[in-house]
């Protein structure tokens, strides 16, 4: 009796690939900024990093932002390609906004340092 689980080992090849393609980009961005710090000074590399954080900050709120807009075509494809089924369309549907609003506070903490800076404020407070 053989068990087709052709989903779980495309599911499988798509982890390993994304995380194997994360793992090359931390290491290209290390290579880079390793290579940086070798032939420049820290702070001609913190500069540099400075002047691009407002692109990159765009980059991130715009990528959260098609996320949002384009869940529903998302989903819709899913379903039209028997991936998901009409229950599963709906319920991903009403959480979008959810998501992205999760998305919005992750940049927030994380991106913006907004936890970093408010304690950074309580430490300044109690000085």
Do not use: C, Y
Not at 28 to 37: D, F, K, N, Q, Y
Not at 40 to 64: H, M
Not at 92 to 108: K, M, N, P, S
């Amino acid at each position: 009796m053989a068990v087709s689980n052709n989903g779980f080992t495309l599911r499988r090849r798509w982890f390993f690939l994304l995380t194997l393609l994360a793992f090359g980009l931390a290491l290209g961005a290390g290579v880079i900024l390793w290579h940086s710090v070798e032939t420049t000074s820290v702070v001609v590399v913190q500069t540099r990093i400075d002047a691009f954080k407002p692109l990159l900050t765009g980059i991130r709120l715009s990528l959260i932002g098609l996320v949002a807009i384009a869940w529903p075509w998302l989903v819709n494809a899913l379903h039209r390609w028997g991936r998901i089924d009409g229950t599963q369309a709906a319920n991903l549907i009403a959480v979008r906004w959810r998501i992205a609003i999760w998305f919005v506070v992750i940049e927030l903490i994380l991106g913006q340092n907004l936890l970093g800076q408010v304690l950074a404020l309580l430490q300044g407070s109690r000085a």
